[in-house]
């Protein structure tokens, strides 16, 4: 069994991806530009039903572009496919099966907090909890911590799940063993459970740090201006961490092809070529 090692394989992937940031702005330029687009067109005054249709719409492309995205980026780390012709925006079947494999990995990180919050009653809990900020409540104070004691261990938990299973998306980017791969995915990261954990936080967490302290930032600066700009930059972020989580599972894949993390940059991960 292969021991994977989050901290150097985390350093790995953020190496290939400041290595490849050409290939990056690339790949996810085009599908930035579509979620820009999405954000002027909800801007101008909607009435209800349209406005929600257009969220919709937002949430979709940001569903399709992440497939589309994750996969050319992918294959640019493990076949070398890259190339800087025109931007893409092709989706075929294989971004429509990785999508697939998508959802059904981020069903595994989402249910148990959706279904936590359905039995507490999401919406009378929450808003009661989080109005201790108004002012001094000990009820609203008691349901925030419990809360928090209540979802961090299933959001833990979750995530370690997801962790070992996203291995299969590399599997369907590269059209590699096309059989179950989630149950393959599974027996080739055990023992492994923790390790992808800890990498994975550390190729996502500071990109959603980040996300997090601009928002506040720009919500004292511009108050309710700052609105488009904070998801323009939640979008950025996301494909940022995109890139990462799949530079991450590329060099996990390496290791259990080749038995060991290189010391140096593999020919299937090395520094993208800058065209």
Not at 29 to 46: A, F, H, I
Not at 50 to 55: E, F, P, Q
Not at 93 to 116: D, F, H, S, T
Not at 191 to 218: D, Q, S
């Amino acid at each position: 069994m292969v021991a994977i090692a989050a901290w150097p394989t985390a350093a790995m992937a953020y190496r290939v991806f400041l290595g490849g940031w050409r290939q990056f702005i690339w790949l996810a330029s085009g599908w930035l530009t579509c979620l820009l687009g999405c954000v002027v067109v909800r801007m101008l005054p909607w009435p209800d039903a349209i406005a929600t249709l257009l969220t919709l719409l937002t949430l979709l492309v940001i569903a399709i572009g992440s497939a589309g995205f994750s996969v050319g980026w992918y294959r640019a780390l493990l076949v070398e496919e890259t190339s800087f012709g025109l931007i893409p925006f092709h989706v075929g079947g294989r971004e429509l099966r990785y999508l697939l494999y998508q959802l059904a990995i981020a069903l595994v990180v989402g249910a148990p907090v959706a279904a936590l919050c359905l039995l507490l009653g999401w919406e009378p809990v929450w808003r009661a909890a989080f109005s201790f900020a108004h002012g001094a409540n000990t009820r609203a104070l008691l349901f925030t911590v419990g809360g928090v004691v209540l979802l961090l261990p299933l959001i833990v938990l979750s995530v370690r799940l997801a962790a070992r299973l996203a291995l299969a998306l590399a599997a369907v980017a590269i059209d590699d063993s096309p059989g179950r791969l989630l149950r393959e995915a599974w027996r080739h990261t055990k023992g492994n459970g923790r390790a992808l954990f800890y990498g994975w936080l550390a190729v996502t967490m500071p990109a959603a740090l980040l996300w997090a302290v601009a928002t506040v930032i720009l919500e004292r600066a511009l108050g309710g201006l700052a609105a488009p700009i904070v998801e323009l930059l939640g979008d950025l972020c996301y494909f940022v961490a995109l890139a990462l989580t799949a530079g991450f599972f590329s060099c996990v894949m390496s290791q259990f092809a080749e038995g060991a993390l290189p010391d140096g940059p593999t020919a299937a991960l090395e520094p993208l070529p800058a065209q």
